[in-house]
């Protein structure tokens, strides 16, 4: 838990949370407060498996997932490849068209070439930077006098950006128990974005779980996230956020391999919906723990 990204403290709450979860179910488990120092202190204290709450970079990019892989220790959430796939949101976007699978309209600025890269994409634009979570900066950009200091923002953390066509639809998350979907969440901020603040204030968003959709669009949804696991190589229990347009399409955002636990994260409230109160979940997540790459193939 902890870590080194901009989402450090829901990470530290995160990780709080599945601690004692585990330790009220008899299990040995200890705090790593992930640093610099990451490497030295598995190589200690070796444990049997590494239940990862670490969110954003180094923690759901493929590096601690790479670490643990050296150092044969089983992990929890997706693998080297999975974790790096999804969390950059360009490649998810490239892969998502291969596949066919439903996802706004975009386009990609780099940071090199930003001066001379114009928006193709009419107002109202989502801009976001390719590699963070959390919404940490991102921005609706529904006035021209908005898109500059959007850019710059986005730019400040990370040298691809993102810049999606804005869907007005319901904003829903789709938990995933392995391949199968668990019950849908219907997010609705009481601003107009869901951003840092509406995930992680209490009262700032309202949740409906079930979330009142049509048979078909159900359907529709649970599809997409069956389909966005398979393509962004999903393991255990990540999460596939969706928007659905008035039409029924459900356009995917992307998957967050490693979803928060958070006393207001939605994974949880998918779960209890589902029959898993807080405790299974996290021993079933746990339980989900492993290598990409068996014994034999290591050196």
């Known amino acids: 838990m902890g870590g080194l990204s901009f989402e450090r403290e829901v990470s530290l709450t995160t990780g709080t949370e599945i601690l004692e ?25 070796r444990p049997d498996l590494a239940f990862i709450a ?16 050296c150092l ?10 999975g974790s790096a796939l999804a969390f950059n949101k360009v490649a998810t976007k490239r892969l998502f068209d291969q596949a066919g699978i439903p996802t706004p309209r975009y386009e990609v600025h780099y940071r090199e070439s930003r001066k001379s890269s114009a928006r193709s994409l009419g107002l109202p634009v989502v801009v976001k930077p390719s590699d963070q979570g959390s919404s940490i900066g991102v921005s609706i950009v529904r ?12 730019f400040e953390l990370s040298e691809e950006v993102l810049v ?21 969440v219907h997010i609705k901020p009481k601003s107009d974005f869901y951003d840092y603040e509406s995930k992680y204030t209490e009262g700032k968003t309202e949740y409906e779980c079930p979330a009142s959709l049509s048979k078909e669009e159900e359907a529709a949804c649970h599809r997409a996230a069956r389909d966005t696991f398979r393509v962004l190589r999903g393991r255990g229990f990540p999460r596939v956020d969706v928007i659905l347009s008035p039409q029924g399409v459900p356009y995917v955002l992307e998957m967050n391999t490693i979803p928060g636990m958070t006393p207001l994260s939605l994974l949880p409230m998918a779960a209890k919906e589902g029959g898993l109160d807080f405790d299974a979940l996290v021993l079933e997540i746990a339980m989900t723990a492993q290598l990409d ?6 050196a």
């Open 72 to 81: 044969r220790i089983p992990y929890t959430g997706s693998g080297v490849l």
């Open 164 to 184: 999606e066509e804005f869907i007005d639809g319901k904003l829903l998350a789709i938990g995933m128990r392995e391949r199968e979907p668990l019950p849908v």
């Open 143 to 154: 006035k021209e006098s908005e898109w500059e200091p959007a850019m710059n923002l986005a």
């Open 293 to 298: 790459y068996p014994e034999e193939t290591a």
């Open 21 to 45: 979860s585990l330790t009220r179910q008899g299990c040995q488990a200890v705090k790593v407060d992930v640093d610099r120092n990451v490497a030295s202190q598995l190589a200690e204290t």
């Open 54 to 69: 670490l969110h954003g970079t180094f923690g759901e990019d493929g590096a601690i997932q790479g670490l643990l892989e």
